[in-house]
């Protein structure tokens, strides 16, 4: 009876971690989803000072590798697609004091992109994003995208970051 009890308790566990694996494997691992979500909440809470006359477009968030290869390094991104009249200098200049924003003891400076000037690096999302500004490039008005992003080892393995 004693052996029945064995089996049981271990054929539970091994029942029990499988199911755990399985869960990270189809949903990834839920440290990315905590950073994403911390990166977001404190970007949003910086109270970022916009120039005047902005107008935001559209809130992006990016969870995902930084290749189509495959890559040991997730992606965490976390910005606006904002439209303004003001030149492409103005704009800069506005974003020029904007504090960093905090990942646990990390800080992550807020960037400003652009259809064209961009420096890199050329890996997702920025491409994407840039692509999608360079669309913009013939409306009277200044498309940018303001964020702030890092990048995390990846513990186990996550299909999001492991495109």
């Known amino acids: 009876m004693k052996i029945l009890k064995v089996i049981g308790i271990l054929l539970g566990t091994a029942v029990l971690l499988f199911g755990l694996l399985l869960l990270l494997i189809i949903y990834g ?5 905590l950073n994403t979500w911390m990166l977001e909440k404190n ?15 559209e809130k992006i968030t ?13 992606v ?14 103005e704009v800069i200049e506005t974003y ?20 064209d000037g961009y420096e890199g690096p050329h890996t997702l999302p920025y491409v994407y994003w840039q692509d999608d500004l360079r669309d ?18 990846i513990i186990f393995y996550d299909g999001r970051c492991d495109d």
């Not at 691992?29 to 989803?33: C, F, L, S």
């Not at 990016?62 to 040991?72: E, V």
């Open 96 to 115: 020029r004091s904007s504090e960093a924003v905090n990942l646990w003891s990390e800080k992550i400076p807020i960037k400003v992109m652009f259809a």
């Open 136 to 153: 913009t490039v013939t409306d009277k008005n200044v498309h940018y995208i303001v964020y702030a992003s890092t990048k995390w080892p």
């Open 76 to 89: 965490y991104a976390v910005g606006e697609w904002r439209s303004s009249p003001l030149s492409r200098e």
């Open 29 to 33: 691992e839920p440290i990315h989803d």
């Open 62 to 74: 990016y969870l995902g590798g930084i290749s189509t290869h495959g890559d040991p390094w997730c």
């Open 43 to 57: 970007f949003y809470a910086k109270d970022i000072t916009h120039p005047r006359d902005s107008v935001l477009l």
